[in-house]
């Protein structure tokens, strides 16, 4: 069997390339293209950010697949996937929230008004999103989250708190889950709203992880929408909250990272000595390397499987669930090898002078637990293969 994408496949990929190697010639390309990072959100928006995301916009490379009467390109989403897989090997900003699950949403569900103001600016990389689900007593599970809004006029009065909100101290709009039916089955009282971040009674409070990714706490006093900032239907949230999330889920976790990950780790058995044998000459590393090796190998053959599922007109969830899962946890896992193979040098933090590898082995221990929490952890991922494919009741 081929899992080699198609000849157009191929020929995108080699003009994204081309795309990154000019940008990379940019006087601050560095600023923006690190494979290093293993955190986009520390960018935030930075100029150099910005001249990315416009440049990505000017080649045509935003809202692919959308609808050209939505000003896309009506390719397959396989597209952007792709676009993401080069991004990511290379440290770039992804196509992220806008074009993805924002856009998409308006696009089926959203108001002609709604599509006016909002497409447009997406397609020119001019409107960065936040994303507010998550609060202090809804996560995993998300149907319970209680930000009310009350009819108040011809709008609604929003008061609450939100959680863990990543870009809400860069972002222009906040795309935001609502209780507007607190008296509705749970999943069944929910709505969205477009809500300007900057808004009068949003207060946000960052919060640093582990893996110094900022993300933030959003308080929400009083603060008034007009009903024409409620996307789609009242009550209907819940729909849209879970297609969004099936399309972030085929888009988001992009499997180059883990290649470029293996082959630093590589370099770097081939590169070390510990007492004054190389590292690729003991044979604990070179079995633990060949079992990596086959593990990244099986991350790729299960990430291709999500893409496979979508392109033929599916909902990926368990296929997404189980590259998620285990993708996720081979990062971590690839970072703790370099952290034994390295010993003490290794954990030296990157601002020190005698940190191996500039301290990227360390940084990336600390932040490779972030993606086995952000999207759903891998509790719920695995909740998803034992209810979905195993069909295991969920309770005894
Ligand atoms: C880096 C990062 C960025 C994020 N960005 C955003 C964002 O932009 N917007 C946003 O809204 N949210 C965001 N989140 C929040 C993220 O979606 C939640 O952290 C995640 O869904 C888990 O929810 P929680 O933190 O409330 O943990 P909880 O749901 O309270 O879970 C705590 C622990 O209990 C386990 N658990 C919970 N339920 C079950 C179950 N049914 N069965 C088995 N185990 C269970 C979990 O796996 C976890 O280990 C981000 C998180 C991270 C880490």
């Known amino acids: 069997m081929n899992f080699d994408f198609g000849e157009q496949e191929q020929q995108f990929v080699a003009e994204v390339k081309a795309f990154i190697a000019e940008q990379a010639l940019s006087a601050d390309a560095d600023d923006v293209m690190n494979p290093n990072r293993e955190s986009d959100s520390i960018l935030s928006d930075t ?12 080649r045509g490379y935003m809202g692919m697949s959308w609808p050209k009467a939505y000003g896309g390109k009506e390719l397959p989403g396989i597209y952007e996937y792709l676009l993401n897989e080069e991004l990511s090997r290379v440290g770039a900003p992804l196509i992220g929230k806008g074009v993805g699950c924002v856009g998409q949403t308006l696009i089926r569900h959203g108001s002609e008004k709604l599509k006016a103001e909002f497409l447009p600016a997406i397609l020119k990389a001019e409107i960065e999103f936040a994303l507010g689900y998550t609060e202090p007593g809804a996560g995993s599970d998300l149907a319970s989250l209680k930000l009310k809004a009350e009819r108040s006029g011809e709008g609604w009065l929003l008061n609450g708190q939100k959680m863990f909100t990543t870009s809400a101290h860069f972002a222009d709009w906040y795309w935001l889950a609502a209780r507007t039916d607190p008296n509705a089955p749970k999943h069944k009282g929910i709505s969205l709203f477009l809500v300007p971040m900057d808004h009068p009674g949003i207060t946000i409070t960052p ?190």
């Open 47 to 58: 100029p150099a950010r910005k001249r990315f995301n416009r440049a990505m916009a000017e």
């Open 207 to 396: 919060i640093e992880t582990l893996g110094e990714h900022v993300t933030n706490q959003v308080f929400i006093d009083d603060v008034w929408v007009h009903e024409d900032y409620l996307v789609g239907e009242l009550n209907k949230g819940w729909t849209y909250i879970c297609e969004a999330l099936d399309y972030e889920r085929f888009t988001f976790y992009t499997f180059s990272p883990l290649e470029e990950k293996f082959n630093a780790l590589l370099e770097l058995v081939n590169d070390t000595h510990r007492d004054g044998e190389p590292l690729s000459a003991d044979s604990s590393v070179r079995r633990q390397m060949a079992r990596l090796a086959t593990d990244v190998e099986t991350a790729k053959m299960l990430q291709r499987r999500v893409i496979y599922a979508a392109s033929q007109g599916g909902v990926p969830s368990i296929e997404a669930a189980e590259c998620k899962l285990y993708s996720t946890e081979l990062h971590q896992r690839l970072s703790q090898a370099a952290i034994d193979f390295l010993g003490e040098q290794g954990l030296l933090h990157k601002d020190d002078v005698d940190a191996a590898a500039g301290g990227k082995w360390e940084w990336s221990y600390r932040a490779t637990p972030l993606d086995t929490i952000g999207a759903g952890t891998s509790e719920i991922q695995k909740n998803i293969i034992a209810r979905k494919k195993l069909n295991l009741p969920l309770e005894y």
